[in-house]
């Protein structure tokens, strides 16, 4: 059974296995098929957490996990801390800390996130918005991951190649570039630099896990 990701630009990523379709950070949604089940929101600022686009893609009984900020205000959908699991409908999702060490933008104590999606025998990190942080060193045993490479903000090229020799994921695809920061060059850059296969993606192009 095969799992397959869409980058939807930016930060928005579409996973699709077998029924399940799992929207993360919509923002800036079109032609949205209203066919998530489940939407997982990192943290609260705008290009990540977006209540229209939210509603765009959620199917009828789509279920929310976000950090307790987002619930607040979104008023629905369930809580999630770094370092817990929440398993719905045959996927486990687990909570994974996302943070600025140095940096204002995204402080530790608000417990943003990013998420290890564990769908069939795949185990999809999504790293948030974050720098290169010590609790990467403990993620292990992935299939893909999704990293920011667009620096600001985040990580920048170089440091998002040095977590894929920590984290040592079969393939990584990189984000938070070509909108808001970021450019083509930090993912050409990241590319060279990474330790693993790289897929570099065009906004609404995706690829197939087997």
Not at 52 to 73: C, M, Y
Not at 89 to 99: F, K, L
Request: a negative charge.
């Amino acid at each position: 059974m095969s799992t397959t990701i869409q980058w939807l630009g930016h930060a928005s990523f579409k996973i699709s296995h077998n029924s399940e379709v799992i929207y993360i950070d919509p923002w800036k949604i079109k032609n949205a098929a209203r066919d998530a089940t489940l939407v997982l929101v990192s943290h609260s600022h705008y290009d990540h957490y977006s209540s229209d686009d939210i509603a765009k893609v959620s199917g009828a009984n789509a279920k929310l996990i976000a950090p307790a900020d987002v619930i607040t205000q979104e008023g629905t959908g369930e809580q999630i801390l770094p370092g817990l699991a929440k398993g719905l409908d045959g996927i486990v999702v687990q909570g994974i800390a996302a943070y600025n060490p140095l940096k204002q933008f995204h402080p530790k104590l608000n417990q943003w996130l990013g998420f290890i999606i564990q769908v069939g025998s795949k185990r999809i990190y999504y790293a948030g918005d974050t720098d290169l942080i010590e609790e990467m060193k403990a993620i292990d045993d992935i299939s893909i991951a999704l990293l920011p490479v667009g620096g600001t903000y985040t990580m920048n090229a170089a440091e998002a190649a040095e977590a894929t020799r920590q984290i040592n994921p079969e393939t990584a695809i990189p984000y938070h570039w070509g909108d808001i920061v970021g450019s083509r060059k930090d993912a050409e850059d990241f590319a060279k630099k990474a330790s693993c296969e790289v897929k570099i993606l065009n906004p609404g192009q995706a690829i197939e896990l087997q």
